[in-house]
């Protein structure tokens, strides 16, 4: 998946960061290309129309959301809006395995949370985001359920 993103002096070109399918790899694209890697890992040289070139690097996101954001020139610019409350509160709903399960459970739990956040981000539509991480949440709490009665 592409998220594109603006930056002055690349106007007509079309810059993004390309994520693999669970957020895990980031490459930042120019143009539909690999932008030219400049030196470090995650560091890249990007040419303006005027022919100079801009430092570009792109900062992993925090554990739990797991969109990056990308710094070009110092500026940072972020590839989507944070998650809204209630998006937190569905995808933190697999934490009751604490009281399902005890400590597996809460393992459980924070398994599920980190999922469902993924699910939230890559699933286009909200009928997809709710459903799927839904799904996996009752999933976890039956795991948490036949674990705790063993």
């Given amino acids: 998946m592409i998220y594109p993103f603006k930056v002055p002096g690349f106007e007509n070109r079309l810059l993004g960061v390309k994520l693999d399918r669970l957020m895990f790899k980031a490459e930042l694209m120019i143009d539909g290309k690999i932008a030219l890697v400049a030196g470090a890992k995650g560091r890249y040289a990007l040419k303006r129309l005027d022919k100079t070139w801009a430092d570009a690097s792109i ?13 070009v020139d110092g500026v940072r610019y972020h590839l989507g809006a944070s998650l809204l409350w209630y998006e937190w509160l569905w995808a933190a709903l697999p934490v009751v395995g604490i009281f399902v399960a005890g400590i597996p459970g809460a393992v459980l739990g924070l398994i599920g949370i ?14 997809a985001k709710f459903t799927l991480s839904g799904i996996v949440t009752l999933a976890l709490l039956a795991v948490g359920f036949i674990i705790s009665s063993l």
């Fill in 59 to 71: 900062e992993r996101g925090i554990f739990l959301d797991p969109l990056p954001t990308v710094m």
């Fill in 114 to 127: 980190v999922v469902n956040i993924r699910l939230l981000r890559i699933c286009q539509t909200s009928v």
